[in-house]
């Protein structure tokens, strides 16, 4: 059974700032690694798919990378409306979600 | 415009059921995949349940397999979600969410709703 863990949980930073998530698989899901982002009262929104693909109306400040078990996603320069928090998903089997990653203002 | 909206949540006892709809407008429904993600109070994004456009191929999440029933009616641009023996912890705020459309992504969720509340409690 692949487990999915995000790093860090919460993650301090300041507008303007680079912000670097982490998602780690227990085995290889190969490219197959979607990012959400989720505000509070708000449903999640899709940002990245196949580990780099931005979805549609995506910024290009976010980007991921990586492949097999260790994926990043990186916000270049934060802004206000980024402040959220983030999923990681593996789609080389049935879904799954890591337990998110919390972005807050420094 | 892609719209995806839920109804049947409500306050249930343990062990009854319930039956969760996804109404879908804006996107031809018999195209793509349509999957359930729940999310408890607090919690993180858990994956439900996931239908194939031509209901051929269906996955649940094993804390709900054997208890949970996915189904869609294309004629009826339609998504459900049958739900015996609820247990306290299947509360959650439940969403639909669309299946990608580009090749090989189908498991990963492009649209969602805004959920419907399923509390489970006596």
């Known amino acids: 059974e692949i487990v999915m863990t995000q790093s860090p949980a919460t993650l301090s930073v300041s507008p303007g700032e680079r912000a670097t998530l982490s998602c780690r698989a227990s085995q290889s899901v190969s490219s197959n690694l979607a990012w959400y982002q989720q505000k509070p009262g708000q449903a999640p929104r899709l940002l990245i798919y196949?580990?780099?693909t931005r979805a549609t109306g995506i910024p290009a400040r976010f980007s991921g990378s990586g492949s097999g078990t260790e994926f990043t996603l990186t916000i270049s320069s934060l802004q206000s409306e980024d402040f959220a928090v983030y999923y990681c998903q593996q789609y080389n089997n049935w879904p799954l979600f890591g337990g998110g990653t919390k972005v807050e203002i420094k | 415009e892609v719209q995806l909206v839920e109804s049947g949540g409500g306050l249930v006892q343990p062990g009854r059921s319930l039956r969760l709809s996804c109404a879908a407008s804006?996107?031809?429904?018999?195209?793509?995949?349509m999957h359930w993600v729940r999310q408890a109070p607090g919690k993180g994004l858990e994956w439900v349940s996931g239908i194939s456009w031509n209901s051929g191929s269906i996955g649940y999440a094993d804390s709900v397999k054997g208890r949970f029933t996915i189904s869609r009616d294309n004629a009826k641009n339609s998504l459900y979600l049958q739900m015996n023996s609820l247990r306290a912890e299947d509360t959650a705020l439940y969403y639909c969410a669309k299946g990608h459309a580009a090749v090989g992504a189908t498991l990963v969720m492009d649209y969602w709703g805004q959920g419907t509340l399923v509390t489970v409690s006596s």
């Open positions: 804006g996107f031809t429904f018999d195209d793509y995949a």
């Open positions: 196949g580990a780099s």
